[in-house]
């Protein structure tokens, strides 16, 4: 046993960059973590080997496409699958390696083993108690479940298991059309698996910009992927490694059915609090489950504080290390704050599509006067040289004093391009201080400014 | 002479002039732009584009061929072949397109395009050797956009196998042996394509290093590079001549002449100000430019200079945000250059980019503090398995307010344009630091640094 000022229970993106930022402020910091190696879903299961999957497949993408065009010639290329999850997994290990290398170098105590908090200020992990003054949930989150799905990890799978297939699949159903299920579908469709979404809403994506929405739907079809949209799955069966879905049409009841190899099941993640012994301590939840928190991070329980996926808004890892840095800085007597308006989301499909602050839809809620200031990479000359015109960039300013209120990339790059936009909302710029600066040639960012311009008195190339 | 009247006549279609056209013409000024030869100008048509286009098919060609001897993503490839009349053939469509693409966005603007090559009577009167014979062009405002051509280097006359960068974009197939002169960011570029296109590439530079605007820090993840690619460098070394029948390039000091099948010569470049009477006009000049003020107007009123024939670094993006100035200015609008910085991208391997204050440039008496960054420690680095290079914040001391960026490393080329808004902004590193970055993103390498500024990384 032993004290300290604060103890992080979980090492993912939102309690590993806590732990950091503790030690470096000073204070005796313990993080707890279950798993053999530190990063969380994010390093593990997650962000990185998914993103991994996504550039490798891409390439091959590539290779079959694009090279002909370009007079690149050769055989067709084939795919050597446990090669390219050694290649995933080499990503990991690295990326995991490195939070361990942290946590040595800024003097972060790994408690190996999983958590329970049996009183405020005690941390108990196997048979030992350790105490600290602050304690800082971080539990992170795991996949939802449906109703008559039965997960195995090998026929029907959650996105941890469609990470480690034993093989490429010839069919795949993908329950689900937001960030994960598209990804990882796209990934197994890039390696030939023929993939149906089955999704419950009319609209991939929910809750993103309505023509984003539209315009990656199209695309991700050209590439071969099915949709089977207003479809509610009733559940799946498996037989000899085969799997049957049944789903409902919403739309007139008719029930039908899918035979895939490979079920992956995206319907989301809730919040992991299993074994903590909340319940216990009284700490109040949600309605959907989530670790309740007031504007310092605080549960109802006094010292102890949560953070991540385990609390509400999007579950994300950078809103995760955020809410880490900042609840580090609150408990060593500063003053963290995180700026829920200005969180950028990623998909990393190809184009990529990006998105942060308001949309058109919540402007409208919100009765905001808005104008709109869209771009096609079409017009865009380095989008056209490497054959991704297709897709745009919309800017949404505010119609009176043309501050910066949202903006929704669908295009090459998308998701490095949305952070000019994110530093520019967090010093409340306009649209036109953005289309003053001088953005470089060629490149896919000029298309940004242009949106920019489309927002006063137009764009040039369009 | 077929007489023409308008109230802006622009002197050439590269990206300084076609955007400034197009723009005035829709804010609604009688407008007629003159091109001697293809609308965009040097970098739609043997600059920027073709260039990343043969950068864009190299890399790929390049990677393939690693992937075919047993590379790590898990791809089986049978080494590719290359069949480069069919890689010329898709640049030149890409120019193509990019090309009636502007032609369209001029006429659609309402500007009225002149084939033929302009030359002053005087300041307001422009007389053009059109397909159609001459014409006689009488403007209230005339804007200079002549751009800029490459530059010789003396006894290496250009010609049959001496090449400048335009002959060299058009070659039928790369040379097996090609020595490039001069290391700056366009030899750099084109002679790493034609290396991965399967050249043997000599590098042959008179000063101490490659691309001397930047620091030997800056630089180094490239001339890592250069070596893992076989390029051979030769820095300090002058040639002295061509053998155009031995095929050897004879160099200074005690150093043999080297054998190659074709000389690149990119010693720079210089501005296009002469064969058009602009002697007799005697504008001021700085230099080999013409001298401009903040609303690039030359030294004569109603006459005005854009992009590479003025005074500063030669970028189509500077030549397109002057050539909006001038359109404002003509069309009586309030507008002058302000910018506080310039972004440059050097689309090497890996991509080099640079705002604001390299660290030596910061003034004397002005406490910084530097920071950078690793793409070894970003996620998103490691999962594309191009981890060289950092990003690299210069601030002031006092305050942080951040002074210069700079980055080399995957994919820098996209960050370049959020490191000049936030420079543009005259933000803190605070102000970064403080801005949620996706992950996983290169971005976040920039968060990183600013975190380091302010007080330290969180994974470094
Ligand atoms: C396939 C996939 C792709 C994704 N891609 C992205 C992406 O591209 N970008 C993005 O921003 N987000 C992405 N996410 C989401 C991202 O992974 C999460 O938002 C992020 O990991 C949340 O961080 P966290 O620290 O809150 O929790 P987690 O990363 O879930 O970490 C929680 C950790 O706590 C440990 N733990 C839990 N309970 C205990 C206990 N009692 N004792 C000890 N240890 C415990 C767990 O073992 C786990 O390691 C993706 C998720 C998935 C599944
Ligand atoms: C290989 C190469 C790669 C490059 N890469 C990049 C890059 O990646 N990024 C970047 O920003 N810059 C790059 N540049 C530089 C860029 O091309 C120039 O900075 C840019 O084109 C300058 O624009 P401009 O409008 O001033 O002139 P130009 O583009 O040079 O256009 C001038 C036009 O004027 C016409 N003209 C000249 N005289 C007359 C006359 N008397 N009458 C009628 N017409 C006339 C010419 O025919 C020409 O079309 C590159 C250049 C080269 C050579």
Avoid at chain 1, 237 to 260: C, I, M, P, Q
Avoid at chain 2, 49 to 76: E, F, N
Avoid at chain 2, 185 to 212: D, M, N, Q, R, W
Wanted: hydrophobic share 40%.
């Amino acid at each position: 046993m032993a004290n300290y000022d604060v103890i992080i229970i979980g090492a993912g993106p939102g309690g590993y960059v806590c732990a950091i930022r503790c030690a470096q402020l000073g204070l005796k910091t313990a993080c707890v973590e279950g798993r053999e190696t530190l990063g969380g879903t994010c390093l593990n299961v997650g962000c990185i080997p998914s993103k991994a999957l996504l550039h490798a497949s891409h390439m091959l993408h590539e290779a079959e496409h694009n090279f002909a065009a370009m007079g690149l010639k050769g055989k067709a290329p084939s795919v050597d699958w446990p090669q390219m999850l050694a290649y995933k997994d080499e990503t990991i290990g690295t990326n995991t390696k490195g939070i361990e290398f942290l946590f040595k170098k800024n003097k972060v105590d790994w408690i190996k083993g999983w958590a329970s908090i049996p009183a405020a200020g005690k941390v108990k992990v196997g048979e030992e108690v350790h105490e600290a003054k602050a304690i800082i949930i971080a539990s992170g989150s795991e996949p939802a479940s449906l109703p008559g799905v039965e997960v195995d990890e090998k026929t029907v799978v959650t996105s941890t298991g469609a990470l480690a297939l034993a093989k490429v699949p010839k069919s795949m159903v993908v329950i689900g059309a937001g960030v994960i299920g598209l990804e990882l579908g796209s990934v197994y469709a890039r390696l030939g698996a023929e993939v149906t979404v089955v999704e419950y809403l009319d609209a991939i994506t929910p809750g993103m910009d309505g023509e984003v929405q539209k315009t990656f739907q199209r695309i991700l079809k050209k590439q071969g992927l099915n949709f089977v949209m207003g479809a509610a799955v009733q559940k799946t069966e498996v037989n000899r490694g085969k799997a049957k879905v049944t789903y409902k049409l919403k739309k007139d009841d008719s029930e039908h059915v899918l035979e895939a190899e490979t079920v992956l099941v995206a319907t989301g993640r809730k919040p992991y609090t299993q074994g903590l012994g909340l319940d216990a301590l009284g700490i109040e939840m949600t309605k959907r489950g989530q670790i309740a928190v007031g504007k310092d991070w605080q549960t109802s329980v006094k010292g102890i504080y949560a953070i991540g996926d385990v609390i509400e808004g999007p579950m994300l890892a950078h809103k995760a290390e955020d809410e880490g840095m900042a609840v580090a800085e609150q408990v060593a007597g500063k003053h963290g704050h995180v700026n829920y308006g200005v969180i950028p989301g990623v998909i990393y499909t190809t184009p990529e599509v990006a998105t942060v602050g308001a949309t058109e839809d919540s402007l409208k809620a919100a009765g905001v006067a808005y104008k709109v200031g869209k771009f096609s990479f079409m017009g865009n000359a380095r989008a056209k040289a490497v054959f991704q015109g297709e897709g745009f960039v919309k800017l949404l300013a505010d119609k009176e004093t043309d501050r910066v209120l949202g903006c929704h990339i669908i295009g090459p790059g998308a998701g490095d391009l949305i952070h000019e936009i994110c530093v520019a909302m967090e010093f409340g710029a306009s649209a036109e201080d953005v289309a003053l600066t001088c953005h470089a040639h060629p490149t896919f960012s000029e298309a940004v400014r242009e949106a920019a311009l489309a927002c006063g008195d137009g764009p040039i190339h369009s | 002479m077929n007489e023409l009247r308008c109230s802006l006549l622009v002197i050439g279609g590269g990206p300084g002039g076609y955007v400034c056209a197009s723009r005035a013409a829709r804010l609604g000024v009688d407008t007629i732009l003159v091109e001697g030869n293809r609308v965009g100008g040097t970098c739609l048509n043997v600059g920027c584009i073709p260039s990343k286009a043969l950068i864009h098919a190299a890399d790929l060609y390049h990677a393939a061929v690693m992937q075919s001897r047993g590379g790590m993503l898990g791809i089986t490839v049978a080494a590719p072949k290359l069949d480069f009349a069919r890689t010329q053939e898709w640049s030149r469509g890409v120019v193509d397109k990019l090309c009636a693409g502007v032609g369209g966005l001029l006429e659609r603007s309402g500007v009225k395009t002149l084939k033929g090559w302009a030359r002053f009577r005087d300041g307001k009167t422009v007389e053009v050797e059109s397909e159609t014979g001459p014409v006689l062009v009488r403007a209230e405002n005339v804007v200079i956009a002549t751009g800029s051509r490459p530059a010789e280097v003396p006894g290496l006359a250009v010609g049959g196998r001496v090449l400048d960068s335009t002959a060299a974009l058009a070659l039928p197939e790369p040379p097996a042996r090609l020595a490039v002169i001069g290391a700056g960011y366009i030899g750099l570029e084109l002679g790493t394509a034609f290396t991965k296109l399967g050249s043997k590439v000599t590098l042959i530079e008179a000063g101490p290093s490659i691309l001397p605007q930047y620091d030997e820090r800056l630089t180094r993840p490239v001339r890592r590079r250069l070596g893992d690619l076989g390029i051979e460098l030769r820095l300090g070394t002058r040639s002295t001549g061509w053998n155009d029948a031995t095929g050897e390039l004879g160099l200074d000091g005690d150093n043999d002449p080297l054998g190659v099948d074709a000389v690149l010569v990119t010693v720079g470049r210089m501005p296009c100000t002469d064969g058009m009477g602009l002697d007799e006009l005697g504008l001021r000049q700085n230099g080999p430019f013409i001298e401009v003020d903040d609303r690039c107007r030359t030294s004569m009123r109603g006459v005005y200079a854009i992009g590479d024939v003025t005074h500063g670094p030669m970028l189509a993006h500077r030549a397109m945000a002057q050539g909006e100035i001038v359109a404002d200015v003509v069309a009586g609008h309030a507008a002058a250059w302000d910018k506080a910085c310039v972004p440059a991208v050097c689309f090497t391997d890996p991509e080099i980019v640079s705002v604001g204050l390299l660290p030596a440039e910061v003034p004397e008496g002005v406490a910084s503090k530097v920071s950078e960054f690793p793409f070894r420690a970003n996620g998103r680095a490691l999962t594309l398995d191009d981890t060289d290079g950092f990003v690299r914040i210069v601030s002031r001391e006092s305050d942080h307010v951040i002074l210069g960026i700079q980055a080399t490393g995957p994919g820098v080329s996209e960050l370049v344009s959020g490191f000049a808004v936030a420079i543009e902004a005259g933000l803190r590193a605070e102000d970064l630091a403080g801005t949620i970055h996706a992950h996983p993103t290169l971005s976040e390498a920039l968060q990183e640094a600013a975190l380091m500024q302010v007080s330290m990384a969180n994974h470094g």
